[in-house]
């Protein structure tokens, strides 16, 4: 497998200098198969450059795995080039929220107040699937499986195997955490995290919101969101090998998610863990 960083920020595109680094876009990811079969996750701002790089290598068969339909991971899908070639065929993957369907949510976002086409525009062969939780599914040999996160809308991870290894994309998701003694609590944090620590367990890759740094996220809860420092906690609870920070806050300049990069390690050091902690940036590329 092969996963390639098109957009890393959480909330809202935050162009400019002080972003250069990691990136200012909004979530998207591109995995590959080893049989170099496409999967995307989340269609934030970033995923109108993939666009552009898909239409070049003339791929034919797309599939787009949304986790929630918050502005951030989907607002890129209007301006998807590839969605306008009649020689392709686009398939969208997501959980009902609300009553609403993928499809419907889709829909919403291209209303004529909102955006000035509609999806009715869309030249390729598009389909629309429905995805539960707690299902695995199996797209273009790799295998797929769903979990439910904490989040004030319906939210889905995804854990993606591929001959034994695997990558988990999870983000929008708050760790339960003991709000009087959260730094100190790790009982409670693996009580209350059980579950998400099983679904994880001993897998090769975490792709996790990083969103807020520990003061930071002393006001932030029910945000649906976690510090980087619950997270480290969690990862090794979940024997994680690598850990790669996501989804972070707009307001976090690159050298304040260096900052963060660097208090992660620093936990993980101090918990005596050999997980290896790398910040997602766009462009970042890893081979699984
Ligand atoms: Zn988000
Ligand atoms: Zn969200």
Known sequence: MIIRFWGTRGSIP???????????NTPCVEVRSS???????????????????????????????ISH?????????????PLYNPLNKVTFYGISSNGLTVEKEMKQQM???NFPISLDEFKSDTHFMELNKNIAYDINGLKVE?????HPSPTLTFKITEAGS?????????????NVQERQNDTFLRTMNKDLIAFCSNSDYLVHDAMFDENSMLDKKGWGHSSNVSLAQFSI?????????????PDYDDSKIDIILKETKLFLNRQNSNINCIASKEGLEIKI
């Open 14 to 24: 935050v162009p400019g200098r002080r972003t250069l680094k990691y990136g200012g």
């Open 35 to 65: 049989e170099n079969k496409l999967l995307i996750l989340d269609g934030g701002s970033g995923i109108r450059e993939l666009g552009k790089h898909i239409s070049s290598l003339d791929e034919k068969d797309i599939s787009i795995f």
């Open 69 to 81: 339909y918050h502005w951030d991971h989907i607002q890129g899908i209007p301006f998807f080039t």
């Open 111 to 113: 209303l004529p107040n």
């Open 146 to 150: 769903t979990f439910i996160l904490n």
């Open 166 to 178: 695997s990558f988990i994309y999870m983000t929008d998701n708050e760790l339960n955490i003991d």
């Open 237 to 249: 609870m979940a024997n994680i090998k690598n850990l790669v920070l996501f989804h972070y806050n």
